[in-house]
């Protein structure tokens, strides 16, 4: 799939880093050899910007350009500060409401949690600069527009996110079927940050080890997990439901 956030050739992503574009991720054709190759790793390496070492099938089937082996994705939005978001959140007089996505990595996922969040009312979203689902055409596709409009944070931890929400005063409410306590338990009326984990092994444990709550969705049926979008819902309208 080719999009307009997308550039190939590794001279034309040495530029783009170069100029401060936002680079969301590079995907580098494993054991690619030259020494403007190397020029480009060690810059990577300096702006620790996300990488992926992959076979050159998936430069392929990402663009039928002469790509060089390498293709990089550009986003389309600009990233906030997570200390000036929860500032100017907090002296607004509104409830502050944030979500944390632990290492999610599905775009259409990322992009129907985004839609959501705008619905509800969410001051900011925040994903770690490694691992995360990066911002593509999918995800602007998926979220109608929300992605533009929803205040986007990265972090290089998500851990450090918690402490920083926890510091200002904010609740961390880990969405987790590891507790025996639902979402209905929880108080969603105060200040609070809510985490979701990702598609494949939920919350990381060093971060559930330090939440402040831990709530879970009732299961009714034969299946043992929703879909993280679907969750991040429920979440996000019982917190509705409690502040209206």
Not at 154 to 182: C, L, R, W, Y
Request: aromatic content about 6%; some cysteine.
């Amino acid at each position: 799939m080719e999009n307009n956030y997308q550039i190939f050739g590794i001279r034309a992503v040495i530029e783009a880093i170069q100029s401060g574009k936002t680079i969301d991720k590079v995907f580098i054709q494993k054991g690619l050899k030259g020494s403007l190759s190397q020029e480009l790793e060690t810059l990577l390496r300096k702006e620790q910007l996300n990488t992926s070492f992959v076979p050159i099938e998936k430069l392929n089937r990402l663009t039928k350009k002469n790509h060089q082996g390498v293709v990089a994705n550009i986003s389309p939005i600009e990233f906030h500060d997570l200390d000036n978001l929860i500032l100017k959140t907090v002296e607004s007089g509104a409830t502050p409401l944030f979500l944390l996505l632990d290492q999610l990595s599905d775009v259409r996922n990322f992009g129907a949690i985004i839609r959501t969040a705008e619905c509800t009312g969410v001051h900011g979203i925040i994903i770690q600069k490694k691992g995360a689902a990066p911002v593509t055409a999918d995800t602007v596709k998926t979220s109608a527009g929300a992605v533009f409009k929803v205040p986007i944070c990265k972090v290089d931890h998500i851990k450090d996110a918690v402490f920083h929400m926890q510091a200002s005063g904010i609740q961390v409410v880990a969405a987790t079927e590891k507790t025996e306590n639902t979402l209905y338990d929880a108080d969603f009326s105060i200040p609070t940050a809510i985490v979701m984990g990702s598609e494949d092994v939920g919350i990381a444990p060093s971060i559930l080890k330090i939440a402040d709550q831990k709530a879970k969705l009732p299961l009714l049926g034969e299946i043992g997990s929703l879909n993280v979008s679907v969750a991040c819902g429920a979440f996000l309208y019982e917190a509705v439901r409690q502040r209206l």
